[in-house]
């Protein structure tokens, strides 16, 4: 890597952070050291094969006073992410912090162990496990709760009991309503492009060290084990609900539609315990997740947190969640929640405001100041979400892409443009030039516009691209938030390197396995490719005999619908066969055994020719 050093502009930037930040509140070091009982040492974690799956020892240059290449806060908050070990929540208790981008917990039971969110990797998960079981002492797990539908709170579920266990009854897995659903759509649907735009958010290819990765703010970064899922035994739905699970009192509130679809908050009576899954950590988190995600709801968000703080406060010594570290003392919880909750709120109804005003996101994400008193609270930092992406997805979610200019309504595509404006400039070297004006005033934001265009109208135009690396690298410098930096950053290595395409793919087969058969059919759907399609005219009936259920899939005008019915006579074919064999065909397998065919094969063979992949290597920083 051909890294640059930082550039008097965001040394001078930084300065002034240091003077703003509230460094005399250490609290937080404090509480992500309490109840420290042992370290997995070394902490680093293998696949079977020998592959290292998590290496948090990579870590350890995150000591004393921050570089000039880092911004102070981010490496505050990096330092405390990137503790790792067996904690006391409360005795009885237990947390593992700092073995994957996640926590997972561990409640003891009268006989057992109650599992929270096992992480993302079977082999995380499983060195969790041992490293509680070599201080705390054997206990078989006896439940699982997946607190809600995104990965790194599932995944590990393999290294903490198994498909076995949990179908002979001894293992429950409880879940919000709605999670094995929208667990698999969001890694199916949108998924390869998603995984690609991961690697950005993440940094997973960039090296570790104060010039690179530093962290990801919510956690240090993604593992990359073995993926599974189980599906659960017990659906929780209501909000009031309990469960007793292994003697342990559970009383649920459901929270559906916040940081995740499908959420939910508990507590533990016997414990004086909450758990708040992912919609309290320290930081301000994402209403749009730079991945690419639907935009989530803060309003929706900021009621629950009030639900919270009514039902459970004043019963809480602690709240703990599934990133971070918890907080103690119900006073404390009381205005820790309140403090998120009064955060979220904020951004919502003050881009709404400001909206009605006729401003537009981009115009809003620069208004938009938070009260003092919530600046002065490290928690509401934005180190994952970031007050000016929040806002723009704030404006999104109600008023979509289009601002109501009407200039702005058919402007030309990004390269389209961009050779516009480099003729108009005056060509690419002067548009060069002009960017290494604006990257020595410290106008970084305006070197990389400029700089777009250039690499929009000539790739290969060399001094373009170096200084556009030399640009996001000192945005990814000056950036608070861990997964800003990682994208600049990322942006600079291509650059750089060239693609390095989705470092970690997401849709494991043990999660396609659990797609329903409409899933499934959606799936396909979205992979069709409608010009090369639209002049087939495709019946085929579908027998699932593992599932007692007929379908019939037409393809016409290069769409691909399905509906639950018996068979059509009309159609082409017959299929009959099984959901797991089915799954078999799409990964391309058409001559094993369990698949019949009455009709014409050649209609399945069709429909299979139309079917385009995604491209995990598609170019993101150039065109
Ligand atoms: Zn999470």
Redesign the pocket.
Known sequence: MQNKPVTPAIQKAHAAHLGALPLDDTRDFEDADRGFLAALAPGVVHAADGRTVWDNDSYAFLEGEAPETVHPSLWRQSQLVARQGLYEVVAGIYQVRGLD??NITFVEGDTGLIVIDPLISTETAAAALTLYREHRGERDVVAVIYSHS?I??FGGVFGVTSVEDVEAGKVQVIAPEGFVEHAVAENVYAGPAMGRRAGYMYGAVLARGPQGQVGAG?GQTTSSGEVGMIVPTLEVTTTGETHTVDGVEIEFQMAPGTEAPSEMHFYFPKYRALCMA?NATHTLHNLLTLRGALVRDPHVWSTYLTEAIDTFGDRSDVAFA??HWPTWTSDRVVEYLSTQRDLYAYLHDQTLRLLNQGYQGAEIAELIELPPALENAWSTHGYYGSVSHNVKAIYQRYMGWFDGNPTRLWPHPPAEQATRYVDALGGIDRVVELAQAAFDSGDFRWAATLLDHAIFTDESHRPARELLADTLEQLGYGAENGTWRNFFLSGATELREGNFGTPTATSAPAIVAQLTPEQLFDAIAISVNGPKAWDLDISINLVLTDLDAAYRLTLRNGVLIHRKAEADPNAAATITTTKPRLLGVMAGDTSSPGLDITGDAGALTALLGMLDQGDPNFDIVTP
Do not use: M
Request: glycine letters at 0%.
């Open positions: 981008l996640s995104h790194d709170h919510l992912e599934s990133h």
